[in-house]
């Protein structure tokens, strides 16, 4: 066999496998949401204004963010939300911060009558992000914080 052959298989394979390393890595490629650099925070209501929850978070995909839904509850209560139960609370308010990331934030106020009936103690927040092209991502427990008397 000629070099001349032997370098031309040797070129052909290598590109062959190139092409086909390439392509196993778009289809590996995350196409579902992202959830990034959350944070929850509880302001207790005091003196004659409300206190508030507020939950912030990055969310990015390829194709950008339609929206993310948000629910709050105590770990006391043993709820544990559903991906089908999210689709169906209150959205967070989310702006574009690029083409396929938004900061989204979800804030709810906080009455005197409404603190004085929160459990007190750990709290959960469950998110549902939802991308342009249709994709979920579904995060249990997004975060926690912690509600004080």
Do not use: N, Q
Request: charged share 20%; hydrophobic share 35%; glycine share 8%.
């Amino acid at each position: 066999m000629s070099k001349r052959i032997v370098f031309s298989s040797l070129i052909g394979a290598v590109a062959l496998c190139g092409a086909a390393a390439g392509g196993l890595a778009l289809a590996s490629t995350p196409t579902e949401p992202t959830l990034e650099h959350g944070s929850a925070r509880y302001a207790a209501p005091s003196g004659h204004s409300a206190g508030s929850f507020t939950y912030t978070v990055d969310v990015s995909d390829d194709s950008g963010i339609r929206g993310l839904k948000v629910v709050v509850w105590p770990a006391s209560s043993k709820l544990d939300p559903t991906e089908a139960e999210l689709r169906s609370v209150e959205s967070a308010k989310c702006r574009s911060t690029s083409d396929e990331t938004s900061r989204c934030t979800y804030t709810l106020k906080v009455t005197k009558r409404e603190a004085a009936d929160l459990d007190k103690g750990t709290w959960y927040v469950s998110a549902l992000a939802t991308a342009k092209d249709g994709d979920t991502t579904f995060v249990p427990r997004a975060t926690t914080f912690d509600v004080t008397g």
